[in-house]
């Protein structure tokens, strides 16, 4: 049986709402995932995908939560929903997460975002919505 995980609620900021372009967002990603730590070199793009999809719809669900107290639920979420065949070793799932959650400017929740591996922030192609 499950566990039902409580997460601090989130503080509301009027008037602002979180708008990713996911199109543009995957084009970046097209170009830029060999360089990634997840990639496994000869891999194509579209293996990725569905994984990429994944990781930006939980952003745009709890990008005011930072990712470390997410991973548990994640990892379930994705396992539930991907078949065995095509979801990709969590460790390297965690990892695009960790991409995803750091190019949106969101809370890791960890040193990792100030310090860790390709810790600068990319310019990720959102806008707020106004």
Same mark, same amino acid.
């Given at each position: 049986?499950?566990?039902?995980?409580?997460?601090?609620?989130?503080?509301?900021?009027?008037?602002?709402?979180?708008?990713?372009?996911?199109?543009?967002?995957?084009?970046?990603?097209?170009? %830029?995932?060999?360089?990634?730590?997840?990639?496994? #070199?000869?891999?194509?793009?579209?293996?990725?995908? #569905?994984?990429?999809?994944?990781?930006?719809?939980?952003?745009?669900?709890?990008? !005011?939560?930072?990712?470390?107290?997410?991973?548990?639920?994640?990892?379930?979420?994705?396992?539930?929903?991907? %078949?065995?065949? $095509?979801?990709?070793?969590?460790?390297?799932?965690?990892?695009?997460?960790? !991409?995803?959650?750091?190019?949106?400017?969101?809370?890791?929740? $960890? $040193?990792?975002?100030?310090?860790?591996?390709?810790?600068?922030?990319?310019? #990720?192609?959102?806008? #707020?919505?106004?």
């Amino acid at each position: 049986m499950g566990s039902i995980h409580r997460y601090p609620p989130r503080q509301a900021v009027t008037g602002k709402c979180e708008v990713v372009d996911v199109k543009a967002e995957l084009e970046e990603w097209r170009t %830029d995932i060999p360089a990634h730590a997840f990639y496994e #070199p000869g891999t194509a793009f579209t293996r990725y995908e #569905p994984s990429l999809l994944f990781a930006y719809d939980s952003y745009l669900q709890y990008h !005011q939560v930072p990712l470390n107290g997410l991973l548990h639920t994640l990892e379930q979420r994705y396992e539930e929903r991907f %078949d065995h065949f $095509d979801r990709l070793d969590w460790r390297h799932m965690e990892n695009l997460l960790r !991409q995803v959650w750091r190019r949106m400017g969101a809370p890791l929740g $960890d $040193d990792r975002q100030a310090h860790g591996p390709e810790a600068r922030p990319q310019a #990720p192609l959102r806008q #707020p919505y106004t």
